[in-house]
């Protein structure tokens, strides 16, 4: 089979392997025929060796954890599958599948979710991290409700684009920062308040807010602080809660690790079947050209999701 793999990490280091080792399957598993892999910046940072030596003993190493498919085979114990089921979810190594950019993919089935029923294969395969982060922060960490304030930080893309959809289902203003170029696909999107971070200085803009969830991290996350209410909350994809300004300004920080689950997955399907979320595909690759979707991804200031096709 085909299958989008690296040997080694740094830069441009993947490769179409057109004889790559089929999975095999095993006790809790399924065997996917994929349609369609999602893009996510992980994926990237991956191949440069962002997580260290983790994954090293899987060279060579398929790339990927979304994707959309169709299930092949069942593994023992497994009863909520059947082979033909439509199904969507994370098949990547570092969860203990074997790579979502190939053309067959081995995965937990608590990692996988039966795929929304109104959705493409491309627009299922750019769900589940984006969205599943989306919706742990926004119902779980947040606990937004109707009529409160948030900002969320880079709106424009996957994460950003979700959560702004998801926090004005709930009835929130929501307000994102984002370029210029950017302000009719977050105006399409739901947001009720735009402001461009190269000219404006968002935290002089807005106050009393109930919840920033932040993509960008930095110097924008430290600066988020001072948009709060006493008691609101702040969620950051990335880095640790800065404790010191949390107790300064009097706010709850928390920390975002997005494990996909199925729980999660089928909430999504949900919220995607009943037309309160969208999902915006930036560009889709063929499989042969997985190498230049991740450059893609990783240069660009992508808007929405970036998406491969495999069959």
Request: glycine share 14%.
């Given at each position: 089979m085909k299958a989008a793999q690296i040997s080694e990490y740094g830069k441009d280091v993947?490769?179409?392997?057109?004889?790559?080792?089929?999975?095999?399957?095993s006790s809790g598993n399924v065997i996917v025929k994929v349609h369609a892999a999602g893009v996510n910046p992980i994926d990237w940072k991956i191949t440069e060796g962002y997580l260290g030596q983790a994954l090293s003993d899987n060279f060579p190493l398929t790339v990927g954890d979304d994707f959309a498919g169709t299930v092949e085979e069942v593994g023992e114990d497994v009863t909520e599958y059947t082979k033909?089921?439509?199904v969507y979810g994370s098949g990547?190594?570092?969860?203990?599948?074997?790579?979502a950019i190939a053309e067959y993919l081995v995965t937990g089935v608590n990692l996988i979710s039966k795929k929304p029923e109104d959705a493409s294969n491309h627009e299922a395969a750019a769900l589940p991290l984006t969205g599943v982060s989306a919706v742990d922060v926004i119902y779980n960490k947040i606990k937004l409700e109707k009529g409160q304030k948030i900002l969320i930080h880079g709106g424009s893309g996957g994460i950003g684009?979700?959560?702004?959809q998801i926090a004005k289902h709930l009835g929130a203003y929501v307000a994102t920062t984002a370029r210029k170029d950017k302000v009719q696909y977050l105006k399409d999107l739901g947001a009720d308040e735009i402001i461009d971070y190269k000219d404006e200085v968002f935290e002089e803009i807005l106050k009393d807010y109930d919840a920033v969830f932040d993509t960008v991290g930095g110097d924008t996350y430290k600066r988020s602080f001072k948009v709060l209410k006493k008691g609101g909350v702040i969620v950051s994809m990335l880095g640790q809660p800065d404790t010191e300004l949390m107790n300064k300004y009097?706010?709850?920080a928390l920390g975002q690790f997005t494990q996909t689950n199925s729980d999660s997955l089928k909430k999504l399907?949900?919220?995607?079947?009943?037309?309160?979320?969208?999902?915006y595909i930036d560009r889709v690759f063929?499989?042969?050209e997985a190498a230049e979707a991740l450059k893609y991804q990783r240069d660009n200031s992508v808007k929405g999701k970036v998406v491969i096709e495999i069959n």
């Open positions: 993947v490769k179409i392997n057109p004889d790559a080792e089929m999975p095999e399957l033909g089921d439509n990547g190594v570092r969860m203990g599948g074997s790579g684009s979700m959560a702004i009097q706010v709850n399907a949900e919220l995607f079947d009943d037309g309160a979320i969208k999902v063929p499989l042969d």
